[in-house]
């Protein structure tokens, strides 16, 4: 469901959504709890409530702030893992001009499959959550197969042979590594801290009676809102491939991998 709302809807969509509604649960739930216990407005609890109330709040903020740098690392993480295999993948095709025109045609062919692969074909499984193994690394094998049949004659050629085939197992090892991170989202029991902290945190606000209706509904809109923006941050980063804020396939047309992308006859 997560994945779903994050593919078809915009992130500033989503945001009405989340703080809107937030906000709005909050403010009709104040106003039935004050109309049904309208001794709430003299505060006779207010400093048992306070006293809560920082507590929890303090509490609940650590997680949500643990949550939220843990998965904007895990965002950068993936971007630079994703840049990273592409640097690796336009250096192998810089190695390959070394290479007798035959093994450099093999080359280039099979990197062209490979980058067109990923971004084509891999990249919307990955948006769903659901990344292919098979073909892609069908592709990124044919790579390997050329590398492997070709015997480097003189010196020239055996120092970007060896560079060629260490930059294609740094793309086998990022690639495991992109995949990983297209399955992860955050543990269940962060998911209940984070989601289930706010239903305990945002109810408690009803309790700090304030005589003004207005002031007191401002207060817990406030808090609410401020709430629900934290988990709309949360809802959003879960996924570093999905949504507004996802990683870009970019990387795989751009610089030395940019002709592989053009409109040439094969």
Not at 64 to 70: E, G, N, Q, S, Y
Not at 247 to 255: F, W
Request: charged share 15%.
């Amino acid at each position: 469901m997560s994945l779903w709302l994050l593919n078809h809807f915009s992130t500033f969509t989503l945001a009405v959504v989340t703080v809107g509604g937030t906000v709005l649960v909050a403010v009709i739930g104040s106003v039935l709890l004050r109309r049904r216990h309208p001794s709430l407005a003299e505060g006779e609890h207010n400093d048992m409530v306070g006293v809560t109330l920082g507590m929890f709040g303090a509490i609940y903020g650590i997680i949500l702030a643990f949550v939220i740098v843990t998965l904007w690392t895990q965002l950068e993480s993936t971007q630079t893992i994703v840049a990273g295999e592409a640097t690796d993948l336009a250096l192998i095709a810089r190695d390959a001009a070394a290479f007798p025109p035959p093994v450099r045609a093999g080359v280039d062919e099979a990197l062209g499959a490979y980058v067109h692969s990923v971004v084509n074909d891999q990249w919307p499984r990955m948006r769903s959550g659901q990344p292919s193994y098979g073909a892609t690394a069908q592709k990124l094998q044919s790579v390997y197969d050329v590398l492997q049949a070709y015997d480097p004659k003189t010196p020239r050629e055996e120092v970007f042979y060896e560079e060629a085939v260490s930059h294609l197992n740094g793309v086998a090892s990022q690639r495991r590594a992109r995949l990983t991170m297209a399955e992860q989202e955050l543990p269940p029991l962060l998911q209940v801290l984070a989601f289930g902290g706010a239903v305990v945190l945002i109810p408690l606000t009803f309790l700090y009676g304030m005589r003004r209706l207005r002031i007191q509904l401002l207060f817990v809109a406030s808090v609410a809102a401020l709430i629900g923006f934290s988990l709309l941050l949360v809802f959003v980063l879960d996924r570093p491939f999905a949504g507004d804020l996802s990683v870009s396939p970019a990387p795989y047309k751009e610089g030395a991998l940019e002709r592989y992308w053009e409109p040439v006859s094969r």
